[in-house]
């Protein structure tokens, strides 16, 4: 088989299933469901078929593809000059991203299945295109096809959030497509002003350009650049005070969307931050080191205050997915190996434990109607199993050792602490404040005073113990052996850490 | 001129106006003799024929040499060609809209002027394209006018559609007496009306009173050409006149005119001013001296455009105040004034027509079935017509400029051309992508309403076959070019050397 077009079809293989979808009659529930789902597999499968490619040692970069696509015409009549390929490639940080998102998307689709009522076949063809897109962004190899991927995301969740989310859904799906309308905006400027003063958008290119003093880019205009980029990525990411729009996401999305949006969609910000930001502007990012640093701790703070005193458990885990991006954030303006790979274990880590967590929240709306915390007091004895996953969910995002949380917390601030000891310092009132509101949350929900009685709802069964089980796994297994996700990262790592000189 | 030099003359290379012409000609014939009952639909669809004849034949033309008759007031070159293709096509699918509009309010009366009168005004967009000489750039500028004036008064007993003629006419006559105006200023200071003469003539200019004097002439032609591209702050009509008139008509002026109107921009303040220097040989342009006021006019555009649709609540008002939007987008490639300013130009035109004459044929469809043109008609289309649902979702996804769709493609282009100028023009590039992101707001609103609001009624629909037509070449040149741009990039770098041949 020709590896060069594995890529290709696992970004297009949930396509197919957008087509057959298209042909299936709106009233055939079952079968729709069933390919909504099947579609899901093909990447999965793909994603872990590299993996296991890159454990037998073979090198990633057989599965780059570089065909000639779009030629803008330059300023001179006859040169083609601006040329923008179709690019796709995959190295370690890429794969375990790809990875990530297969393994998301099968189990939301799995989630959606339970937790969707009306118009499934719509559903599943917006969803299967997000994930078409999703996968596209994280394996595109130049700027202006990453941020095509990147369009084609919004679009199809605007209309998940629109149609299918819970009361104030038509508002949430505005404040999201405006902010991060607004966000890729800035991040097409940006691209835009790369490929004409530069010639190219393509990521390895852009590194040694930019990194060329001889290229006439002032450092003042590099900047600014950078500047755009953080602002771009800011929003998705999102930081304080660019995050008001996720908070409404999270609240008024479908359970099974939001699984993809806290899981994944994030993670796109961290994803810029550390390929674009990290990768193209290496000094600037230096320059900038200790803002950001001080603002991964705002974030990590106010996420967590803000958390304590929620009575919606959907808008504790929100503020929730704002303090772990945080630590992202300080992890990566450590801007050393350990601060950098525990910001993408965290990236990595929080995509599992958030999508499980709203899988639980997805389950329990479904039954009882509610996510206020206080009404859901007692849930231990009502639905036992539930709520020790849940439980088991919140210990992995606060951080115990022996899950994914710990090992990411741990070495972003062991990053943190060796160049800026005072903030990491201030920042690490946010771990303590993490557990408080976790468990204040989680405990008053599972052992908290009974609000009503659970007779005959019924705890998690059947196909719902998939999702749970396998993010569990996941995240414990990380939790023990880090090195599924460290021994990929490697090669990453050290290409960032030459572009950073150290 | 001797009859033997009159017929020595290559009259073959205006084969496509001939073609059109004639067409007309019989077509009103017809109209007289044919008995009163007979359906005067068959009217329409020979128009059709004709119009789709005359793009053969102006395809038949793009290879050759620039070629020009009658001292140079009419020629054909490769930017001629390239505007005649788009315009064409632009006229055929708007007279599909025309063949599949039912008419009422007293149209059913004038139905075959309804048709003859839209070629009459392609007519014109065409001779503009090809003009080489002020008088012949402003008769077709009126051929244009002067039918489209009718067109938007056609429906008699329709207060508003009355409303918009008078308007259009009011505004649309100040606004070609101001160009004229302008004119006559540069003709007096160079004695001639040919283009190419005055360019040479004006190219040495080092008296200061004739620099401020042109300076005036330029100013003038652009707010009197503002007027019909309805650039703001000339754009007041635009509203008034797109929602009065009948459906295709709207189409018609919110594409084949705009056309025109670049078509005719491009012209006079390329040619005549694109040399005319400020002090002496070699000096700058009076053009490039006046960038900045494009620019702020293009701002302004865009900005006022894309502002005050977010409150309309009638759709065509809506897309009147998106089509002065696209304008704005398309006035940043103009004031970039770099050499792919062309392709820029004509690719966004191209898409531009493609979504927008696309969503008029939904917009058609949908308020003549209910009678009012409120964004609330458009409440659950995807229920009632989940085809034309769908349809329409992309093509707004093409106007508010998502990837995958030819608008994305075109204004990327735009965007590329006003960064990479010398010196770049970033805050009017941030202008237009601000404004890009408000678009949203207002395209995505009838989303909305397409998609997620209940519909008031559920009747379904019955799409007439010009529709169709108009829908398929829109929902699939939106996307083909949105995915594989380079095919129209192709035709255009191998056929068609625009910027070698403009001067010639």
């Known amino acids: 088989m020709n590896l060069h077009a594995v890529l290709s079809l696992l970004v297009f293989s949930p396509l197919v299933g957008i087509i057959v979808l298209a042909i299936l009659p709106k009233s055939q529930e079952i079968a729709i469901k069933a390919v909504g789902f099947l579609a899901t597999l093909p990447p999965l499968a793909l994603s872990l078929a590299v993996y296991a490619h890159y454990l037998a040692g073979k090198s990633l970069s057989d599965f780059s593809v570089s065909v000639p696509w779009i030629q803008f015409r330059g300023l001179q009549p006859d040169e083609p000059a601006y040329a923008v390929n179709y690019e796709l490639a995959i190295s370690g940080f890429q794969l375990l991203l790809v990875v990530l998102t297969s393994v998301v998307s099968t189990l939301a689709a799995l989630g959606a299945c339970r937790f969707i009522k009306k118009e499934w076949k719509g559903y599943f063809m917006l969803f299967l295109l997000l994930v078409t897109g999703m996968l596209g962004l994280f394996t595109a190899e130049n700027m202006v096809l990453f941020f095509i991927f990147f369009e084609v995301t919004l679009i199809p969740t605007f209309f998940l959030i629109g149609k299918w989310g819970y009361f104030e859904k038509e508002k949430a799906a505005f404040s999201f497509l405006i902010y991060n309308g607004f966000g890729s905006a800035v991040l097409l400027i940006v691209i835009m002003i790369l490929l004409a003063k530069t010639g190219t958008t393509n990521i390895v290119m852009l590194k040694e350009i930019i990194a060329d003093p001889s290229v006439g880019l002032s450092a003042d205009f590099k900047l600014g650049l950078f500047i755009a980029l953080l602002i771009a990525f800011g929003v998705k990411l999102p930081i304080f005070p660019l995050h008001s729009w996720m908070l409404r996401v999270h609240v008024q999305a479908p359970p099974s969307v939001v699984m993809i949006h806290s899981g994944i969609l994030l993670k796109i910000g961290a994803y810029g931050l550390i390929r674009f930001g990290m990768g193209i502007f290496p000094d600037q990012f230096k320059q900038l080191a200790v803002l950001l640093a001080i603002l991964g701790v705002i974030n990590l703070l106010y996420g967590a205050f803000l958390a304590f005193i929620q009575t919606d458990f959907k808008m504790v885990l929100a503020y929730s997915s704002i303090s772990h991006m945080g630590i992202v954030l300080m992890g990566l303006a450590a801007m050393n190996e350990a601060g950098i790979q525990g910001a993408i274990f965290q990236v990595v880590s929080h995509g599992l434990i958030s999508a499980l967590l709203f899988f639980l929240v997805g389950v329990l709306y479904e039954r009882t109607e509610t996510s206020l915390i206080g009404n859901l007091g007692g849930l231990a004895k009502g639905m036992p199993l539930t709520a020790g996953f849940l439980l088991a969910a919140a210990m992995a995002s606060l951080g115990l050792p022996g899950m994914s949380g710990f090992v990411s917390e741990f070495m972003a601030f062991l990053g943190l602490f060796k160049v800026e000891p005072w903030i990491a310092a201030v920042g690490s009132i946010g771990i303590i404040m993490t557990a408080v509101y976790l468990l204040r949350a989680v405990l008053g929900m599972t052992f908290g005073k009974a609000f009503r009685d659970f007779d005959g709802v019924l705890d998690l069964r059947g196909l719902e113990l998939v999702p749970v089980l396998v993010l569990m796994l996941l995240i414990v297994l990380i939790g023990v052996y880090p090195s599924v996700l460290s021994s990929p990262l490697q090669a990453t790592l050290e290409t960032i850490m030459l572009g950073l000189g150290g | ?504």
Request: proline share 3%; net charge neutral.
């Open chain 2, 1 to 504: 001129m001797s009859l033997e030099s009159f017929q020595q003359l290559n009259w073959s290379i205006m084969t496509p106006e001939f073609l059109i012409l004639g067409v007309i000609a019989i077509l009103v014939l017809m109209d007289l003799f044919m008995p009163k009952h007979m359906d005067r639909k068959m009217i329409g669809w020979i128009g059709i024929v004709a119009i789709l004849a005359a793009m053969v034949a102006t395809a038949s033309m793009v290879g050759g040499p620039v070629e020009s008759i009658l001292h140079d007031t009419f020629r054909i070159d490769s930017f001629a060609l390239a505007f005649k293709l788009l315009l064409l096509g632009g006229g055929a699918l708007v007279l599909f809209l025309a063949v599949s509009y039912e008419p009422k309010d007293g149209v059913e009366r004038y139905q075959a002027e309804f048709y003859y009168l839209f070629m009459t005004a392609l007519l014109g967009a065409m001779l503009m394209t090809s003009s080489g000489d002020l008088i012949t750039l402003y008769i077709g500028l009126e051929l244009l006018s002067i039918p489209s004036y009718i067109l938007a008064g056609i429906r008699k007993f329709h207060s508003q559609s009355n409303e918009s003629a008078m308007k259009y006419v009011i505004n649309g006559s100040i606004s070609s007496a101001i160009t004229l105006f302008g004119m006559s200023y540069v003709y007096g200071l160079t004695g001639t009306t040919n283009l190419l003469d005055m360019a040479s003539k004006l190219a040495t200019l080092s008296d200061s009173n004739h620099v401020y004097l042109l300076t005036l002439a330029f100013l003038m032609i652009v707010v009197g050409l503002g007027f019909k591209l309805a650039a703001a702050p000339f754009h007041m009509w635009a509203p008034d006149v797109y929602q009065g008139a009948p459906t295709p008509v709207t189409a018609f002026l919110s594409v084949v005119s705009k056309t025109a109107g670049f078509v005719i921009v491009i012209r006079i303040l390329l040619t005549v001013f694109g040399f005319a220097a400020t002090d002496g040989q070699g000096s700058i342009p009076i053009l490039y001296n006046m960038q900045n006021y494009l620019a702020v006019i293009a701002a302004a555009t865009m900005i006022i455009g894309n502002v005050v649709a977010l409150k309309q609540t009638d759709i065509k008002r809506l897309f009147a105040y998106s089509s002065i939007a696209h304008a704005g987008y398309l006035l940043v490639a103009f004031t970039a004034l770099t050499p792919n300013m062309f392709y820029s130009i004509w690719f966004y035109l191209l898409a531009y027509l493609l979504m927008n004459l696309g969503a008029f044929a939904i917009i058609q469809v949908v308020t003549e079935k209910a009678g009012s043109t409120k964004i609330t008609e458009f409440a659950g289309l995807y229920r009632r017509s989940p085809v034309l649902a769908v349809s329409m979702g992309i093509l707004l996804i093409s106007l508010a400029g998502f990837p995958g769709t030819a608008g994305f493609i075109g204004k990327l282009n735009i965007f590329l051309g006003a960064l990479y100028a010398e010196p770049g023009h970033y805050l009017l590039a941030s202008i237009m992508i601000a404004a890009t992101v408000v678009s949203y707001f207002y395209y995505f609103g009838i989303m909305t309403q397409i998609f997620f609001r209940p519909a008031a009624d559920n009747s379904k629909f019955n799409i007439p076959f010009g529709i169709v037509v108009v829908l398929l070449v829109a929902v699939v040149g939106s996307v083909l070019f949105g995915i594989l741009p380079n095919i129209a990039f192709d035709f255009l770098q191998n056929n068609l050397d625009i910027i070698a041949d403009f001067f010639k």
